[in-house]
């Protein structure tokens, strides 16, 4: 295994770093101010006009849909899975930056759902407005009534009405969904829930945001956090009429559609997770260095010093492991790389978890506050060990497969 970045590749993340350092980081507090004055006073789902700017300045430097694996038009940068792994530990360094380079869920899963199994016409209508940034989306799967992490467990029901199907269910943490510019779902649901196959009952089907019968409910919080300007809503479908045409690749097929969207989708997660602790273990090493506690600056404390050390180990594991299955996911298929992706989906997060959760305590008070990234990030990094399967399904089905090898 070769993880040396090719030159094109280092260009790029320099690019990228340069830019997070002029443009990025310096407004944090910024974007802060503009998101709790837009919950104040208008619509608290609206964009800040503060990322507006920057995604206009990110997109003029072509930094732009870096994430996308394949060579669509002006829109890509077709690179590979274990090209973009740096530059999303990059970009995972600031909770929201992802955005900024049109890199960030739930848009980039559902654009290369479009990308990979979408037809023409969906491309056209829903796909390139995507690409170009002019428009959100959202992921419905998860449903409050039911295990979602089987997601042959879903409910919402999309039953064939002539030209049309018809849409009832309720769903929630739905990220994205609460946005003023998202404007269209990709709705898991059950087309035949009586098939002795459960892995074929399931479609996936896109819904316009505006059509009747999409009721959003409430945004739900993530630990006391609301997220805007994206959150995450409950919605309730209520006999919702769309077009048969909309049907994602077919009926049937929700199954396989929602496998081939997650493998990437996790493993950005992970590239991300890897970036967040990067950030978590430099400020705690800036910290300790600065911070007199009993006389003597926190760095000359040796219990200090050892949360350092594992915390620079535990990085660099999950660093590579994450390219070690980029570089599988690129060479051999996501399928043959489930096993990794599985690993690196239960390692990172964890991993980022400890990270942040050391760097806190050297904080103290301020650790835990607004005025640092470091709260607002350990949340997020809680929720991931969620977000795209619980740890206990990685583990499940890794260990059940890791099995099956020493069987005979």
């Not at 997109?59 to 274990?82: H, R």
């Not at 000359?300 to 980029?326: H, V």
């Not at 103290?364 to 977000?387: C, K, N």
Request: hydrophobic content about 40%; some cysteine; overall charge neutral.
């Amino acid at each position: 295994m070769n993880f040396e970045y090719s030159e094109k590749v280092q260009k790029l993340c320099t690019r990228i770093s340069d830019f997070m350092s002029e443009y990025i980081l310096p407004v944090e507090h910024l974007m802060a101010q503009q998101m709790a004055e837009l919950q104040r006073t208008t619509f608290p789902w609206s964009t800040p006009p503060l990322m507006t700017e920057l995604k206009a300045k990110a997109k003029a430097q072509g930094l732009w849909n870096l994430f996308l694996p394949l060579n669509y038009g002006e829109y890509s940068a077709g690179l590979t899975t274990l090209e973009y792994a740096p530059l999303a530990e990059i970009m995972g360094r600031v909770i929201w930056a992802p955005e900024v380079f049109n890199c960030a869920a739930p848009d980039t899963g559902n654009m290369e759902v479009l990308a990979k199994y979408g037809n023409e016409q969906q491309k056209q209508q829903w796909l390139e407005p995507l690409l170009a940034g002019d428009i959100r989306s959202a992921f419905a799967m998860t449903e409050p009534d039911v295990a979602s992490s089987d997601a042959t467990n879903i409910e919402t029901s999309i039953i064939r009405d002539g030209d049309d199907y018809i849409i009832n269910g309720r769903k929630f943490y739905i990220s994205g969904a609460c946005r003023k510019e998202c404007e269209i779902l990709i709705v898991m649901g059950k087309t035949d829930a009586n098939n002795e196959n459960r892995y074929i009952q399931q479609s996936q089907i896109l819904v316009p945001t505006q059509t009747k019968g999409v009721n959003i409910i409430r945004p739900m919080s993530v630990f006391g956090y609301q997220d805007a300007p994206e959150g995450h809503a409950e919605i309730v479908f209520d006999n919702v009429r769309v077009p048969a045409e909309n049907i994602i690749l077919a009926e049937g097929k929700g199954f396989e559609v929602a496998q081939g969207r997650l493998g990437p989708g996790r493993i950005h997660h992970c590239m991300r997770s890897v970036g967040a602790a990067q950030r978590a273990l430099e400020l705690m090493c800036q910290r300790v260095n600065q911070r007199v506690a009993f006389g003597r600056p926190l760095i000359k404390q040796q219990s200090i010093r050892e949360d350092i050390a594992k915390s620079a180990c535990e990085i660099e594991q999950a660093r590579l492991l994450t390219l070690k299955a980029a570089q599988k996911m690129d060479t051999h298929g996501n399928k043959a790389a489930k096993d990794l992706i599985a690993m690196i989906k239960i390692v990172a997060p964890n991993m980022a978890l400890a990270v942040i959760d050391r760097a806190i305590q050297s904080f103290g008070a301020t650790g835990v506050s607004q005025d640092t990234f470091l709260a607002h990030m350990y949340a997020a990094q809680r929720t991931l060990r969620l977000a795209d399967g619980p740890d206990q399904v990685h583990m499940m089905q890794l260990g059940r497969d890791l099995v099956k090898n020493y069987a005979q």
